[in-house]
């Protein structure tokens, strides 16, 4: 399982897990804070405001796990914030 025993949530009381975004670094090539947001959990499109919660969290986890630059853990950070305000405008 991709929890396993003792899952560790992203952020408490969220119900998405660290577990869950190491899978998709190792497994399924995810590769950005918006990668896991909108395309493997699809929270960006179905709650902005837990979106908006856990995107620092995300991304911290991807920049650690993919031993990230200050540059591209900038950049991942603008383009899903990007994306969050333009969805917002449309509201």
Known sequence: TILGKSPKEIKKGSGFYVEEVRHFIKKEFAMSALDVLARR???????????????TPVNNLLAKDLG???????HSLKEVTNLIKSLRDTL
């Open 41 to 55: 959990w699809r929270i960006l499109f179905l709650n902005l405001e837990i979106a908006e919660s856990l995107v």
């Open 68 to 74: 990230w630059t200050v540059a591209e853990k900038q």
